[in-house]
């Protein structure tokens, strides 16, 4: 069992940056993901990296804006968002899956999420 722990989320005003992180207690070989939910709307993709940091992958709507990272050996991955909007105010979650893919119903292990605020 692979526990997941999020941290970082806050208020902040547009334009802002802010980086969350996601503790593990094991990554092994999984890809970690993270994703959003804003209020009244579905889960949605942000951004996944490979276990090994080799790959990368992000939703269009923060290419350029959001950059995943991980540091294997603290257990930990980062997502550093830029140039914030009142549309990224959501939950985010981080989560764990054997796979790299963008399918949330992949992902094994899910943390409770951290929540961003953006007002407009």
């Known amino acids: 069992q692979v526990q997941l722990v999020e941290s970082g989320g806050r208020l902040v005003q547009a334009g802002a940056s802010l980086r969350l992180s996601c503790a593990a207690s094991a990554f092994n070989t999984y890809t970690t993901g993270w994703f959003r939910q804003a209020p009244g709307k579905e889960r949605e993709f942000v951004a996944a990296i490979k276990w090994t940091g080799s790959r990368t992958y992000y939703a269009d709507s923060v290419k350029g804006r959001f950059t995943i990272s991980r540091d294997n050996a603290k257990n930990t991955v980062y997502l550093q968002m830029n140039s914030l909007k009142p549309e990224d105010t959501a939950t985010y979650y981080c989560?764990?899956?054997?796979?790299?893919?963008?399918?949330?119903?992949?992902?094994?292990?899910w943390g409770q999420g951290t929540q961003v605020t953006v007002p407009s």
């Open positions: 989560a764990g899956s054997l796979s790299f893919t963008t399918r949330g119903g992949e992902y094994r292990y």
